[in-house]
């Protein structure tokens, strides 16, 4: 496709078109001046290429234009290809002209090269900038494969993906931990999940998938949650728990095989292809009780009933020695309402959360479809089934059996990208304390 701006990118500058006359446009990225030769990097989205401006060579104007930039200025470059062993990747362009399309003020609040160091504080303040650091570039193509391979496999498992309402009138799961909004004059949520439209559009679809911001007024500040992510949740009627948890191998296997094909120069760059996830099939399950059993024989300080915390999951990683294993089987009382209880045992539901070493990155159940047993489980969890009428009535007619599961996309990437704190993961992060930019 021909554009305006360019003819190439600094990828496709290669020695074999050596001689030839190309037109490129982006950033400056490093400026170097030893008197009878001037060095620039240009960078764009694929990458870099070297400039040479040569004393008595290249005209007088240009070497001006040259002497006036500043780093992050963007411009346009034609030039010739020149292959030379002295120049990164073998090759370089002498210029022909030098277009100034947008001159950057000085000095940088960030250093995009990356050499100097900032906390996380001041690169997300400045975070159109941060974003141009090619660490930051290879997260987010890596984020891109993750995207195309979840709606790749779930696409050829027979699921379409639909689009929820994210203004609610009330509580998806009960909770508390909801934002208002004014509604014309009313007040409305912010949706922390789609787990009440994506279990009736099961009812019409059969099989269904979003990938969507949910919001979650939670106090919590810590390296693995925001108040806006990006969730990614299935819905299948005719499915229970085991066959969700089948479908959930089968996209994040399908996801770390793309990544690897496609991203293992990106990899290369964050310096993770060494401990990229491997997945070992099938996935190890082990039940709630058997987690707390296996806790309690390495004196891990935990009873029966409880959540498993963060540093229960570190000790059970290490335990376990696996990569991801599912936890399922989780009691009734650590579960939303709409989790169907086991049939041979009502204290205990059918339900998993899926973990990375000792990081939750997904949890799913097997749902309740019969109203009088949503109705009971309403009213068991201190809540009121007439506030879930818009939700309940639809169980009246003909509500197949159905399962799904949600999953935090930022959690994934921090598995995928070796990053530390989700807010890295995340274009423009939200939480308790940013609003901006």
Do not use: C
Not at 231 to 249: G, H, K, Q, R, T
Not at 343 to 365: C, H, M, P, Q
Request: aromatic letters at 10%.
């Amino acid at each position: 496709m021909k554009i305006t701006y360019k003819t190439h990118f600094a990828r496709d500058i290669k020695a074999e078109l050596n001689g030839y006359v190309v037109i490129l446009a982006g950033w400056v990225h490093i400026k170097r001046d030893l008197g009878g030769k001037k060095f620039l990097i240009l960078r764009d989205k694929t990458g870099t290429v070297q400039l040479i401006l040569t004393k008595g060579k290249t005209p007088q104007h240009i070497i001006e234009i040259f002497n006036k930039l500043t780093r992050e200025s963007v411009i346009k470059v034609k030039g010739v290809v020149k292959a030379s062993a002295k120049a990164p990747r073998g090759v370089e362009i002498e210029p022909l002209e030098i277009e100034v399309l947008s001159l950057a003020k000085t000095p940088l609040p960030v250093d995009v090269t990356g050499k100097v160091h900032a906390d996380i504080d001041t690169r997300l303040n400045n975070r159109v900038l941060d974003l141009r650091r090619k660490e930051n570039q290879a997260i987010f193509r890596i984020q891109d494969t993750t995207l195309k391979a979840i709606r790749e496999k779930l696409r050829e498992l027979g699921f379409i993906e639909v689009l929820t309402p994210k203004i609610i009138a009330s509580a998806t799961e009960g909770g508390a931990q909801l934002f208002p909004v004014l509604y014309f004059g009313r007040e409305a949520f912010l949706a922390q999940s789609p787990q009440l439209y994506k279990e009736l559009l099961a009812s019409a679809f059969e099989r269904v998938f979003e990938i969507g911001p949910a919001f979650r007024a939670e106090e919590s500040d810590t390296p693995y949650h925001l108040s806006e992510f990006i969730s990614v949740d299935i819905e299948a009627a005719f499915m229970n728990y085991l066959d969700v948890m089948n479908v959930l191998e089968e996209v994040i296997y399908h996801v770390l095989m793309k990544i690897r094909k496609e991203n293992m120069e990106d990899l290369k760059i964050l310096k993770y292809e060494e401990h990229f996830p491997k997945m070992r099939r099938p996935i190890k399950k082990i039940t709630y009780n058997e987690a707390i059993n296996i806790l309690q024989e390495h004196k891990y300080p935990i009873e029966k009933g409880e959540d498993l915390s963060t540093p229960a999951l570190r000790k059970l990683g290490e335990i376990l020695d696996e990569e991801f294993y599912f936890v399922i089987d989780w009691p009734t009382s650590t579960r939303p309402f709409y989790t169907m209880p086991k049939r041979d045992n009502e204290e205990r539901t059918e339900s998993f959360d899926f973990v990375y070493k000792w990081l939750e990155i997904a949890s799913g159940s097997t749902r309740i479809h019969e109203r009088s047993l949503l109705e009971k489980q309403l009213i068991r969890q201190g809540l009121d089934p007439k506030n879930f009428e818009y939700f309940l009535k639809w169980f009246n007619w003909g509500m197949p059996p159905h399962a799904g599961w949600g999953l935090g996309l930022s959690r994934l990437m921090l598995i995928l990208t070796g990053a530390k704190n989700v807010r890295e993961v995340v274009l423009f992060p939200r939480d308790k304390k940013r609003l901006i930019p």
